[in-house]
């Protein structure tokens, strides 16, 4: 659980999720030969991570709220 909450800190979970849209706008880029269309899927897997990253935040509060609670 550590790890996780390493991973999650602010400024390199930004840094992260740029360069796994980097990829992943030059692999679309060569797979549909399309600029705009690799935009799109970039956009959109940009907008993925952020609804992942929420959502773990979201569970990283549950958790310390449910620790609390149990002390």
């Known amino acids: ?11 390199g979970i930004y840094v ?4 796994v849209a980097l990829v992943f706008f ?3 880029w ?7 269309t690799s935009i799109y ?3 959109l897997c ?5 609804i992942g990253y929420v959502g773990g935040v979201l569970f990283l ?3 310390e709220e449910r620790d609390r609670r149990a002390r």
């Open 41 to 43: 899927y970039s956009v």
């Open 61 to 63: 509060i549950w958790k």
């Open 16 to 19: 992260r999720m740029l360069y």
């Open 26 to 28: 030059i692999l679309s």
């Open 46 to 50: 940009v907008a993925l991570m952020q």
């Open 1 to 11: 659980m550590k790890r996780f909450i390493e991973l999650m800190r602010a400024p």
């Open 30 to 36: 060569i797979h549909y030969g399309n600029i705009s």
